[in-house]
């Protein structure tokens, strides 16, 4: 079963509007992270939230977290052309290791365009 | 300084040939991740490894898919006979011990087997 799951599956904007994405999980996290991923590539971390926090802040990035509903949701405030990417959202389960072993959802394909 | 780096970018093998996947981890970093993606889909988790703890391969699909780690540093992912669906995107990513849990991935290796 997937652990994160964004929707929408796919967002088309046009530039400057603000684009909204949300991750559902279903196990108690430690925190939860959202990637960046350009062309199939490499991801890129973009923000963590850990599992006390309800709201973080970077730059154009809004995200928020909802424990009770085990739900988060990415904000990207005056979408530029370059914000076109596919966004993942991971989540940290609560576990007793040492390492962050992260589990993605399916992701969101955005388009911006001009 | 210098990320995550991966080798060889692109790989092409016949079906039935053994492949070799390379991890170079940030520096310092005591976790190291390997993950696959499928075309249009999301992360699939194969394996972690974290400081000199048994890795974690609970998501290796299948015996044909094997990975170590030496030194503690450049990990090889191993995938003998492959098969077509074996084709992917196949992801490296290190991150420092808990509480930090960022991941910071490598450019990816991009598997075909014909």
């Known amino acids: 079963s997937q652990q994160g799951e964004e929707d929408p599956q796919a967002l088309s904007i046009q530039e400057g509007e603000n684009a909204t994405m949300n991750c559902s999980y279903k196990t108690s996290i430690n925190n939860l992270q959202w990637y960046r991923q350009n062309s199939g590539r490499g991801l890129v971390h973009l923000i963590l939230i850990r599992s006390n926090e309800r709201e973080k802040h970077s730059g154009r990035l809004r995200v928020t977290l909802d424990t009770s509903k085990k739900s988060s949701s990415l904000l990207i405030t005056a979408s530029r052309a370059a914000d076109t990417a596919s966004y993942f959202c991971a989540t940290d389960s609560l576990n007793t290791g040492t390492a962050s072993k992260l589990t993605f959802g399916t992701g969101t394909r955005l388009q911006v365009t001009l | 300084g210098a990320g995550v780096s991966q080798s060889p970018s692109n790989k092409v093998t016949e079906k039935g040939k053994d492949v070799e996947l390379r991890c170079d981890p940030i520096?310092?970093?005591?976790?190291l991740y390997w993950y696959r993606q499928s075309l249009g889909q999301g992360l699939e988790f194969l394996i972690y490894?974290?400081?000199?703890?048994?890795?974690?391969k609970s998501g290796l699909p299948s015996d044909r898919f094997s990975a170590e780690r030496t030194g503690g540093s450049v990990s090889t992912l191993t995938i003998q006979r492959t098969q077509q669906e074996d084709s992917a995107v196949y992801l490296c990513a290190s991150s420092l011990s808990r509480p930090e849990g960022t991941q910071y991935f490598g450019p990816g290796t991009r598997l075909l087997v014909l």
């Open positions: 490894f974290q400081g000199n703890s048994a890795p974690d």
């Open positions: 520096s310092g970093h005591t976790a």
